[in-house]
């Protein structure tokens, strides 16, 4: 018993010089670190946005992803929702922290080098910024109302005329996760292709701009369960408008898809010759719907490409994951409604590569959405199949009333 008790006590002085030594060695590692970032003529955080916010707008977009003034109201923005940088660091400052690491995912040592402090003052005013963007997701991302009006694009005299209205796209896009969980938990988050994301599904306008945002479902999940989800959570669609799906969704009244068994894909109809692209009245409806749903994918493929840090998320836990999604969908709406900035870097023709979900050959794999406050007996499934052809019908009709097939 003697021996034993010796031992333990043994063990736990190791343990004890263990854990010294330990903080010995971190203490002088950050003392190194604080000494290399310190270094004697390097540039203040405050001095490097100084210049930058003064020099050309190229230079800013850089590395923030928009021009000065664009930064400057959004400080302003942030600061009226309680954003407050204490000490030495400026506001503008603690925002193009915040934008580099969801433009470049740039590391918080990169941050701690390229703004003079310490790592965990960097991570402090991250957290700062990102509770004021989340509070800006109210006023940005926004669903419309009863009385939104008809898009420029659908008006009267338009090839799109018959989907006036249409209020815009909803789809699902993978981004990559890295879950707080153990190995055999991840399952749930990998996708059908064998990667672990998450799958986030999005309404967007046809100006590119978020009105929903549903970020944080396992990479497994279905697109339409995604969409019931949502449907719980309060998205509402106004009686008489609609959004447009691809094929993964159920078709109804609010939630319009395309003809299946017939050619959706925009490529399809580009390998036909101009005089003889349509079979059909349905191939044409599904050219028309395919053209205008683009728009979803394309404001993915832009959202990715401005933000680099959705590419990889492993340094941060994953609900802090599900914020930087929200607050890059908000800085998106941001520069959006302040459209000075250049967008030259990302092209018009930008999309998304998951769109095969939509590919309408083969039978149905969507579930059943149920939608909120429908006040006809009929069900959902025949007032979307009463919609669909009466919009098939009016394309088809206005095609062959001039000539045309």
Not at 337 to 350: A, R
Request: proline share 3%.
């Amino acid at each position: 018993m003697p021996r034993n008790l010796d031992e333990n006590r043994r063990r736990k002085r190791q343990r004890k010089y263990l854990a010294a030594f330990w903080w010995y060695t971190a203490a002088v590692k950050c003392a190194i670190d604080w000494t290399y970032l310190r270094r004697e003529g390097e540039e203040s955080g405050a001095q490097r946005i100084t210049t930058h916010l003064r020099s050309k707008p190229s230079v800013c977009r850089n590395h923030y992803r928009m021009n000065p003034s664009n930064i400057r109201i959004l400080c302003d923005e942030l600061k009226a929702r309680g954003l407050e940088c204490k000490g030495d660091v400026m506001i503008e400052e603690c925002v193009a922290m915040f934008l580099q690491m969801i433009g470049h995912g740039d590391t918080m040592r990169n941050l701690a080098e390229d703004f003079q402090h310490s790592e965990e003052t960097i991570w402090r005013y991250i957290h700062l910024v990102m509770s004021a963007v989340k509070r800006m997701q109210r006023d940005y991302i926004k669903l419309p109302g009863p009385d939104a009006p008809v898009h420029p694009k659908l008006r009267e005299g338009t090839e799109y005329y018959a989907f006036k209205d249409a209020l815009g796209a909803i789809d699902g896009t993978h981004i990559p996760a890295f879950p707080d969980s153990h190995e055999e938990f991840k399952e749930r988050w990998r996708n059908r292709k064998g990667n672990v994301t998450q799958n986030v599904m999005a309404a967007v306008d046809f100006d590119g701009r978020f009105v929903a945002v549903l970020a944080g479902w396992e990479g497994s999940g279905h697109d339409s369960l995604i969409l019931r989800k949502a449907l719980e959570q309060g998205f509402t669609v106004p009686e008489g408008r609609y959004y447009l799906v691809d094929s993964g969704y159920a078709n109804t009244h609010q939630f319009l898809s395309p003809y299946r068994g017939m050619l959706y894909h925009l490529a399809s109809f580009r390998q036909r010759r101009m005089e003889n692209r349509y079979q059909n009245g349905e191939e044409l409806f599904n050219h028309r719907h395919a053209q205008l749903r683009n728009v979803v994918e394309k404001t993915f493929g832009i959202l990715k490409g401005r933000f680099r840090l959705l590419q990889d998320m492993h340094h941060y836990k994953y609900d802090f994951q599900i914020d930087i999604v929200l607050a890059c969908c908000v800085i998106h709406n941001f520069l959006i409604e302040h459209p000075n900035f250049d967008d030259d870097i990302y092209p018009e023709d930008v999309s998304s590569d998951e769109s095969d979900a939509s590919d309408t050959d083969g039978p149905s794999t969507s579930a059943r959405v149920h939608t909120r406050g429908a006040s006809s007996r009929r069900s959902d499934a025949e007032r979307g199949s009463e919609l669909r052809d009466k919009i098939k019908d009016l394309l088809w009709s206005s095609r062959c009333g001039h000539g045309e097939r």
